[in-house]
């Protein structure tokens, strides 16, 4: 089993719907849980952070951690065409060395058509 | 603030030719640095990373190698590529702790014929 799974997609919505996006993971040391946002040909950029369980919110974007399914979601309200790219979550532990690096998602692309 | 700059943006190289990308990081003393490459389908494959000048960690054994011949200076090499090599390349800098997440370069985007 890998240590985080996310399905690749590619997920298309129509602009305004709500979109659900989400990653399991197998490591019960995770204590930080990310959200990066790609567009097409640049870096992943940090969208969201969240320590241990719980929800956070920023604007139209809300990232949810449940600890104890091992389940992580973000959440887009009322898409824009702008939303269009691949967001990947990454989580890590407080361990150090090797173990401490962020372990990535392979990312969901998603397309926002308007 | 900080700042992390990676060059080029694209590249072109025929097979068995030297490789040399490079990335610098601005604003921030003794970062975490990392290089990875993302294949389309394949996600993000961490290849090097480093702590301090000199100390390279590799995650996959492979035709390329790190160096970090100053604190903020990350560069990636291959003294023959391969085919295989081709993708796109991240760099990356954190500050070391689990909290602070990367920050990563513009990436570049290698094609070996």
């Known amino acids: 089993q890998k240590e985080v799974e996310q399905d690749p997609g590619p997920l298309s919505v129509p602009e305004g719907a709500i979109v659900s996006l989400n990653c399991t993971y197998s490591?019960?040391?995770?204590?930080?849980f990310m959200w990066y946002r790609q567009y097409s040909r640049k870096g992943p950029e940090l969208l969201m952070y969240t320590y241990s369980s719980g929800n956070k919110e920023d604007g139209r974007f809300t990232a949810q951690v449940d600890k104890s399914s091992k389940y992580i979601s973000l959440f887009i309200r009322d898409s824009q065409p702008s939303d269009s790219a691949t967001y990947l979550c990454a989580m890590n532990s407080l361990r150090g060395g090797s173990q401490g690096n962020l372990i990535f998602g392979k990312g969901t692309k998603l397309s926002v058509k308007p | 603030s900080q700042t992390i700059h990676q060059w080029p943006a694209t590249l072109v190289q025929p097979v068995g030719s030297p490789l040399s990308l490079e990335c610098t990081v601005e604003?921030?003393?003794?970062?975490?640095l990392y290089w990875y490459r993302q294949a389309a389908g394949r996600g993000l494959q961490l290849l090097f990373y480093s702590v301090g000048i000199g100390q390279i960690s590799s995650e996959v054994p492979q035709n390329l190698s790190a160096s970090r011949p100053q604190d903020r200076q990350f560069i990636l090499s291959s003294k023959k590529l391969l085919l295989s090599d081709s993708g796109f390349y991240l760099c990356?800098?954190?500050?070391?702790?689990?909290?602070?997440?990367?920050?990563f370069g513009s990436g570049t985007r290698l094609t070996v014929v």
């Open positions: 604003g921030t003393s003794n970062p975490n």
């Open positions: 490591n019960s040391a995770f204590q930080y």
């Open positions: 990356a800098w954190s500050s070391g702790t689990a909290a602070s997440g990367y920050t």
